[in-house]
């Protein structure tokens, strides 16, 4: 089993800027394909960005593609993701995913979940 554990969310203005964590424990981190989701009540939970660790490739969504950039330091266990020029329709959940292979949009095909950082950007 691969547990993750999210942090650095909160409150902040538009135009702002905030770094999501997520550490990994439990198995070997670097076989992983790391993914960051998010989800607001009452919606369907969306894909935001991944980082294929063997490939070194990296893949967004198309609505924060040029704000946000995805990452991972090995040694530490950890995937991160850097949110830029915040907009109030960035405010969700920021979930932290992991599976074993391709990069995949689909939530479903994610084999583990964080628990959730709330983000929320004001106008």
């Known amino acids: 089993q691969l547990q993750l554990v999210e942090s650095g969310g909160g409150l902040v203005q538009a135009g702002d800027s905030l770094r999501l964590s997520c550490r990994a424990s439990?198995?070997?981190?670097?076989?992983?394909?790391m993914g960051w989701f998010r989800q607001n009540p009452g919606k369907e939970r969306e894909f935001v960005a991944a980082f294929g660790q063997l490939t070194e490739r990296t893949y967004y969504a198309d609505s924060v593609k040029g704000r946000f950039t995805v990452s991972t330091e090995v040694p530490k266990n950890t995937t991160f993701l850097q949110m830029n020029s915040l907009k109030p329709e960035d405010t969700a959940i920021y979930y932290c995913?992991?599976?074993?292979?391709?990069?995949?949009?689909?939530?479903?095909?994610?084999?583990?979940w964080g628990q959730g950082t709330q983000v929320t950007v004001s106008s």
């Open positions: 995913a992991a599976r074993e292979g391709l990069v995949v949009q689909a939530t479903d095909r994610w084999d583990y």
């Open positions: 439990g198995r070997t981190f670097s076989s992983y394909v």
